[in-house]
């Protein structure tokens, strides 16, 4: 049975473009209240405007996810204006090249920061709220790259991976809680951060259709949701080869900018 999003409150960092902008319209269509989390205040105003005229309602609150005290202050305003957060999706996220042979240390840093420690800092800010009503549901989006090390992208996949694991923890710590915990592995969909790269990105899929891949993942409460199917089958195939191969089809992919 679908919630009734009419009467939810999404909370979706990351909000100001790419996947979370699409998620706070897709779920606008659907009714819900979207608070709306990222740094920069124009692009969040822009995306609270087609949230309100998609359906819902916005509330658009600027905050930098790698400052705990900054995330803890955003999530009290959104449960003082609305009561609480039902579901938080952890979305903000940055890529960029990590290449082993340079090894920018200053962007693996940030992919971490903002990837990890920021996913840390949400949840840690939400979740209280949550287990002291005895429900809610904490989304995060990961990526196929954290089933993987792929060439020039290590502290990506790294990142993702490092997420992947944290909610798995969550899932099996908060069973019988009330607080479903769920994890989102898409492939490459057409954002800012997929723009401009030279190589081949199979089976690239428009922003929209993976927001509503996800909202329904979501409102099916699955544990784990990995998408394209092709794709993910290919990433967890890759995983089942012998190290020599896997290494040798590993190398022809690159996560190019």
């Known amino acids: 049975m679908k919630p009734d999003w009419s009467q939810k409150v999404v909370l979706v960092t990351g909000a100001s ?33 087609a949230v309100e005229a998609a359906g819902g309602r916005a509330f658009a609150v600027v905050a930098d996810v790698r400052k705990s005290e900054a995330v803890k202050a955003a999530v009290e305003l959104v449960e003082r204006e609305w009561g609480r957060v039902d579901v938080l999706v952890a979305n903000a996220g940055v890529g960029g090249l990590t290449s082993a042979r340079e090894f920018p240390l200053d ?9 990890v420690v920021g996913v840390m800092n949400t949840v840690a800010a939400a979740l ?16 196929l790259a954290g089933f993987q ?13 490092a997420l992947s694991t944290l909610f798995e923890s969550l899932r099996v710590e908060l069973r019988g809680s009330g607080v479903v915990v769920t994890t989102i592995h898409p492939g490459f969909v057409k954002t800012p951060l997929t723009e401009g790269r030279s190589r081949p990105m199979p089976f690239l899929m428009e922003v929209e259709r993976a927001a509503e891949q996800i ?12 998408f394209p199917w092709q794709l993910a ?8 080869l012998p ?9 022809r992919v690159r996560l190019r900018e």
């Not at 090390?149 to 990506?156: D, E």
């Not at 089958?233 to 089942?240: G, K, Y």
């Open 149 to 161: 090390g792929l060439p020039g992208s290590g502290a990506y996949c790294a990142s993702k991976a």
């Open 243 to 251: 190290e020599a191969l896997r290494e040798r089809v590993l190398a």
């Open 128 to 143: 209280p709220g949550m287990l002291a009503r005895g429900g809610g549901h904490v989304v995060g989006i990961s990526s």
């Open 17 to 49: 473009s790419g996947i979370g902008r699409a998620l706070a319209v897709a779920w606008a269509r659907r009714g819900a209240r979207v608070a709306l989390l990222a740094r920069r205040a124009e692009a969040l105003e822009e995306v609270a405007g």
């Open 215 to 226: 909202v329904r993942a979501v409102e099916r409460r699955r544990a784990a949701y990995a």
């Open 233 to 240: 089958l290919f990433a967890r195939f890759a995983n089942s």
């Open 107 to 115: 962007r693996a840093t940030e992919v971490f920061e903002t990837n």
